[in-house]
């Protein structure tokens, strides 16, 4: 960000795609969630899945260095030392 001075938001992501029910099952794995995940396929509702444009940020360099379930566990690590 040090390259960086407009006014313009950048997505920060991996430009990587994930669907809802494999990044769902992610965040279970980064809290230590073992139960059943449930999805009603009836009521689709939303985006099936998700994917940042990054295509602002990588031209000045930055790419993603932290894998989404490293960061997932760190953030949610870094929750429950606060909440001590």
Do not use: C
């Not at 407009?6 to 099952?25: F, H, K, V, W």
């Not at 939303?46 to 994917?51: D, F, I, M, V």
Request: no cysteine.
């Amino acid at each position: 960000m040090k390259q960086y001075s407009g006014e313009t938001r950048l997505n920060i992501g991996t430009d990587e795609e994930i669907s809802i029910a494999d990044l769902a099952a992610t965040i279970a794995a980064a809290v230590g969630y073992e139960g059943k995940l449930v999805f009603d396929a009836d009521k689709p509702n939303g985006a099936p899945r998700k994917l940042l444009d990054v295509s602002r940020l990588s031209p000045m360099g930055w790419h993603s260095t932290t894998k989404l379930l490293d960061g997932l566990r760190l953030t949610y690590d870094q929750y429950l030392a606060s909440e001590k």
